[in-house]
């Protein structure tokens, strides 16, 4: 009990720091492009399992990938997450090193109908980071160029399994994000004032997002431990807003100029297959494809999309040793509790800077589920990895880190209990 104790004031002061340092965001310098980098998922579990989990068969955890998942939810399910980027890029001679410390997503999950396995769930989860900061001096002066937001996702949905076999989920998804560039010049002389220009996109648009599991075990002994998972989204016309602050140098005064356009964010289709290698041990692999090519963030009329995004692909892959917090598969005490988690994945970005070829990025991860009462986890996870253009030396070469931390409460909310 001491031990539980002390581990979930460790999780809560974790947040509470996490709170306090937000608000410097800066990040890769790809992130200037279009809507950002995308971020593969909201919870350090995916993240650690190499962006794995369309068939993660996750009772501990609210699923972002994959709705048809959480029909394994069997208790009322809170979760938060947070996360720390550091960015290293080179280009010929010069050198950016950038860090991030920003909250990374919330959810919530209850299951309602057992006979079903039917859960409800809502939540927030970041899709993209589009945050940087670049600063130039010459005999001019000193330029600071800062783009700051990205785009975000709010969802509400609900899975079941009509058969023991297939489940099904369906996610309704607001889409929405504010991408701000901020460029700022100080003149060498002193008596100039200082001159500013900012842009500010916003944008909102509403999707579906579809799911589906096949259960190995509920079909045939031949299938036990394997499951089959898939989820859709499609794409979305965006409500776009392009605001353009101007203040002159040697100006207090500024002047505002907002016009209204369209934007588009693409369809995702993810699939992916799991086996259990043992009650406790299994592996995953899934594939993930979203065209960018048509996507844009902002134009007065629909356009056929962004020249400088591309398609986008990601294979991954993941193996866990799932948590045992309740002795569920078997007696266990201390580290033999833990989950412990590795993951790769290989793919290419939606990012076309001119003359590159296209953005890959090649990375390995891992991470640990640690217990912190009889059924909440405090998940961590570190992803290291590189960046590189396909035509070498046309884009910048980037070296990143990211660590993540989630913790995933559970509350008996919505289970019937037996009364004598």
Not at 253 to 281: C, K, M, N, Q
Not at 287 to 299: I, K, T
Not at 359 to 368: A, C, D, M, R, T
Request: charged share 15%.
């Amino acid at each position: 009990m001491q031990y539980y104790h002390r581990m979930r004031w460790a999780a809560l002061a974790l947040f509470l720091l996490a709170f306090i340092s937000t608000g410097h965001a800066q990040g890769s310098p790809y992130d200037v492009i279009g809507f950002g980098l995308p971020i593969r998922s909201g919870n350090a579990v995916t993240e650690a399992l190499g962006g794995t989990g369309v068939a993660l068969d996750g009772n501990r955890v609210v699923n972002d990938l994959n709705p048809a998942d959480w029909t394994w939810i069997t208790r009322a399910r809170f979760g938060a997450s947070l996360r720390y980027d550091y960015d290293n890029a080179t280009l010929g001679g010069v050198n950016d090193l950038q860090q991030n410390v920003q909250f990374s997503g919330a959810s919530f999950a209850a299951p309602v109908w057992s006979r079903l396995n039917a859960t409800i769930a809502l939540g927030y989860v970041p899709l993209t980071n589009a945050s940087n900061n670049i600063n130039i001096t010459d005999s001019l002066g000193t330029r600071n160029y800062v783009i700051r937001g990205g785009t975000n996702l709010v969802f509400a949905g609900v899975a079941a399994r009509p058969v023991p076999a297939i489940a099904l989920g369906a996610r309704l998804d607001l889409v929405t994000g504010d991408i701000r560039h901020i460029g700022q010049l100080t003149p060498t002389d002193s008596t100039a004032g200082v001159g500013q220009f900012e842009r500010d996109y916003l944008f909102y648009g509403v999707r579906p997002t579809f799911g589906i599991e096949i259960i190995g075990d509920s079909i045939s002994n031949a299938l036990s431990g394997i499951t089959i998972g898939a989820s859709y989204s499609f794409a979305t016309n965006l409500n776009s807003t392009n605001e353009q602050i101007i203040t002159p140098v040697a100006s207090t005064l500024d002047t505002t100029l907002e016009s209204s356009g369209v934007g588009r964010y693409p369809a995702a289709l993810s699939a992916g297959i799991s086996f259990h290698l043992s009650r406790r041990y299994r592996v995953e692999a899934d594939y993930f494809l979203q065209d960018f090519s048509s996507a844009y963030l902002y134009s007065p009329q629909a356009i056929s999309g962004d020249s400088m995004l591309r398609s986008s692909n990601r294979i991954s892959f993941g193996i866990e040793r799932v948590p045992n917090l309740n002795n569920e598969y078997g007696s266990a005490t201390g580290f033999d509790k833990w989950a412990l988690r590795l993951g790769f994945s290989y793919g290419a970005l939606p990012i076309n800077p001119v003359g590159s070829g296209g953005i890959n990025e090649l990375s390995i991860s891992g991470g640990v589920g640690i217990p912190i009462s009889f059924e909440s986890l405090l998940n961590l996870s570190v992803v290291a990895g590189r960046r590189q253009p396909v035509n070498a030396g046309t884009a910048p070469n980037e070296t990143f880190l990211r660590l993540g931390a989630d913790v995933s409460f559970s509350e008996n909310w919505f289970t019937p209990t037996r009364r004598q």
